[in-house]
């Protein structure tokens, strides 16, 4: 019978560590390891580009992206979800984030004709 959970060992960046122990607490997952799971679920159903990656967790390209990253999560603000993916992978091209809110508040705007149809 397999396993229904796989133990796997994983390193961070310090920086990153110390936000994520607070965050998957502050969302209110049970376990680090829910909250990755969740992290993981949610990367499959986007199944979006992967821009901050490298193959070497000790390489100065890692240490640049940790800082990038850093920077982000001080800043705030949106990023992009599934749906704004999918629009685009409609659209054959990225889609500045202006048009993609007027895409958005259009098939919001359908969606709620539709519900008052039925």
Same mark, same amino acid.
């Given at each position: 019978m397999p396993l229904s959970a796989v133990p796997e060992r994983v390193t961070f960046p310090f920086d990153?560590? =110390?936000?994520?122990? @607070? #965050?998957w607490q502050e969302l209110?997952?049970?376990s680090f390891s829910a909250y990755v799971t969740g992290l993981i679920r949610y990367d499959l159903l986007?199944?979006?580009?992967?821009?901050?990656t490298t193959a070497d967790p000790r390489s100065?390209?890692?240490r640049k992206l940790t800082r990038k990253?850093?920077?982000?999560? =001080? #800043?705030?603000?949106?990023r992009k979800i599934l749906l704004d993916h999918l629009i685009e992978e409609a659209e054959g091209h990225p889609v500045p984030? !202006? !048009?993609l809110q007027r @895409?958005?508040?259009r098939i919001a705007k359908a969606l709620r004709d539709m519900s008052f149809t039925r």
């Open positions: 990153i560590w =110390r936000l994520v122990d @607070v #965050r209110g997952y049970p986007v199944s979006g580009p992967h821009s901050s100065k390209l890692q990253t850093l920077a982000a999560h =001080r #800043r705030g603000g949106r984030a !202006e !048009e @895409v958005k508040a």
